[in-house]
């Protein structure tokens, strides 16, 4: 018998590429959302379980009530982008679940025109309002640079090195920072003689696999500064050539115990994604900033200097992978030098 030209798939198996599509991001959406779900129900006395296994008509009655309903674990509500992202959630959850699309299909009416009308509310009492996403002070800045980001040690030149990755690369603070690799980054040479250093595009919020281009038209480039004790480019060559060989992860351990002449400056294990995620809070805490600061803050800085700079608004779009000029307003910005 011939074999066959096709595979043959069972429905599990097609389940698991359908789940596969999903990215660890969204993956954190749904369970968060399925959570407040579940905490609702338990304190309406209700089993989960039999919930799930309600007729379209009762369900769209508690999610009517559900989104009316629902608060934050202190009492509060949510905020817009909140609420959004939670029927988001939810609505994958369903589709996976009970194969019903409870934003669009027509027996979950009633409960989407509550969740509008929750939205008008929220927006009217000043919850859906947009918050500016607030650059780090320029006094804070250079704090950092004076105190904490020594070259000289392994614990201050990585510390050096996840800021000018988070700020010259415009990432948002936890995506993908965690699965970055030695060779994501390359170091190159324009036309005028100065290197620049590029990192390898992945999968983001805004640019899925099917959407991803070449990389000199959605990334940065971290350029050298001769002759500048802060030159990223001189301190990022010093952390790749300290780390251990035989780790792929760009974010290694620092080594509690070291020489200066060391060739290796970092065990042979991961940073934490935890450590990295809090990077710059824990940051602000250690430097005695001003105030407590977050990675996005780091983004916002970014974004900041290159408007103030006069840089246009699509060009920073193509680094920060914002689809719309209207994201790029919600940013304070300070006068920064540093870009």
Not at 108 to 119: I, P, Q, R
Not at 176 to 192: A, G, W, Y
Not at 268 to 281: C, T
């Given at each position: ?34 959570e ?9 006395e209700?089993s ?15 999610l ?13 509500v ?34 989407n025109e ?6 008008v ?11 500016q ?37 415009c ?16 170091v190159s040479?324009d ?14 919020k ?6 991803l ?5 959605k ?20 952390y ?13 351990r620092?080594?509690?115990?070291f ?9 042979n ?10 990077f710059m ?10 105030k ?15 408007d103030?700079q006069?840089?246009e ?17 919600s ?9």
């Amino acid at each position: 018998m011939a074999s066959s030209r096709f595979a043959v798939l069972e429905e599990e198996d097609l389940d698991l590429l359908l789940d596969m599509r999903d990215s660890v991001n969204t993956k954190r959406v749904i369970n968060a959302s399925v959570e407040v779900f579940k905490a609702y129900m338990e304190e309406k006395e209700m089993s989960f379980d039999e919930c799930m296994s309600f007729p379209s008509q009762e369900m769209n009655c508690l999610l009517r009530k559900f989104y009316a309903e629902t608060k934050r674990v202190n009492g509060e509500v949510y905020a817009k982008k909140s609420m959004i992202s939670l029927r988001y959630g939810l609505q994958k959850h369903f589709l996976k679940t009970r194969k019903e699309d409870i934003i669009n299909d027509e027996s979950y009416k009633t409960s989407n025109e509550m969740f509008k009308a929750v939205l008008v509310k929220l927006k009217k009492d000043g919850v859906g309002e947009s918050k500016q996403k607030e650059a780090i002070a320029p006094e804070d800045l250079s704090k950092l640079y004076d105190t904490v980001f020594s070259t000289e040690t392994p614990t201050g030149l990585q510390k050096k090195t996840i800021f000018e990755y988070l700020y010259y690369f415009c990432n948002r603070g936890r995506e993908n920072i965690r699965e970055l690799q030695k060779e994501d980054f390359s170091v190159s040479m324009d036309s005028t003689g100065r290197e620049y250093v590029t990192v390898r595009e992945r999968q983001t919020k805004n640019h899925r696999g099917d959407d991803l281009q070449d990389n000199s038209n959605k990334q940065g480039r971290m350029y050298d500064r001769p002759g500048d004790p802060n030159c990223p480019v001189a301190s990022f060559k010093k952390y790749l050539g300290k780390l251990h060989p035989n780790n792929p992860n760009f974010w290694q351990r620092p080594k509690k115990k070291f020489n200066e002449s060391d060739e290796t400056w970092y065990d042979n294990s991961p940073v934490g994604k935890n450590a990295l995620y809090s990077f710059m809070s824990n940051l602000s805490s250690e430097a005695n900033l001003s105030k407590r600061y977050t990675n996005h803050c780091i983004r916002a800085t970014s974004i900041s200097t290159l408007d103030h700079q006069g840089i246009e608004a699509r060009h920073i779009m193509s680094v920060s992978g914002h689809k719309n000029e209207t994201s790029i307003k919600s940013y304070s910005w300070y006068k920064h030098k540093f870009l």
